[in-house]
């Protein structure tokens, strides 16, 4: 039976804790969606120098564990004088690591999309990137909302590497937590709870929404 002492004597670290996560991680879905759809833009660009940015921005990132990103936005940038805390560190780690993954989710929206319809577009004189905003990328982030919501669900878990670096999450007071009760196995038995309560919402909403996205065609 967990010891529900643990939390209602330290609600308000794991509440500081749960705050700072929502925070971060929401700060991170904004900046991964837009990062990832200038990527996905890039990749499929009719210029070879954006489409070899983007192809590169992809393979680096998404073959490099997420922990070495965060620590080269905490360890690595301060060796060049940007000094960063573990908040900032953690949070701009988990945009550009989940913009990679949401870019080849939207440049494979963008590939759904019937070619024809971005030839007839820029015959009519609209310019590529006019293509893009108006015509293109609204029907291609509908085809691939699905994925990309389970990539959001994802980066909300991934937001427990701010622990590492003093990022001020739920897993860093979780930490702190143990450290002061030593019962281990209760601390971050309702940190998991308190995950869960953020990710369940977000798993059973995107359930709806691909069946809702399936019925519509």
């Not at 983007?54 to 620590?71: S, T």
């Not at 024809?116 to 893009?132: D, I, P, V």
């Amino acid at each position: 039976m967990p010891d529900f002492t643990i939390i209602t004597d330290h609600w308000e670290s794991y509440l500081l804790g749960l705050r700072n996560t929502v925070l971060a991680s929401l700060l991170a879905l904004v900046g991964s969606f837009v990062l990832g759809t200038l990527i996905a833009v890039f990749r499929i660009a009719p210029w070879r120098l954006t489409q070899f940015v983007g192809a590169a921005y992809v393979e680096v990132f998404r073959n490099i564990p997420l922990l070495l990103v965060v620590y080269g936005f905490y360890l690595g940038l301060p060796a060049f004088g940007i000094p960063l805390n573990g908040f900032v560190s953690g949070t701009l780690g988990l945009m550009v690591y989940t913009s990679a993954f949401i870019a080849e989710a939207i440049r494979a929206g963008i590939m759904a999309v019937p070619q024809g319809q971005t030839e007839a577009a820029r015959s009519s004189g609209l310019t590529y990137a006019q293509t893009m905003r108006l015509i293109i990328l609204p029907q291609a982030i509908k085809i691939v909302i699905p994925p990309i919501t389970n990539q959001f669900l994802n980066l909300v878990k991934n937001s427990s590497v701010l622990g590492v670096v003093a990022g001020l999450d739920l897993m860093y007071y979780g930490d702190i937590v143990n450290l002061e009760t030593y019962n281990t196995t209760d601390t971050y038995f309702f940190v998991a709870l308190l995950y869960l309560l953020l990710t369940l919402p977000l798993a059973y909403a995107s359930r709806v929404l691909e069946r809702r996205l399936a019925r519509s065609g």
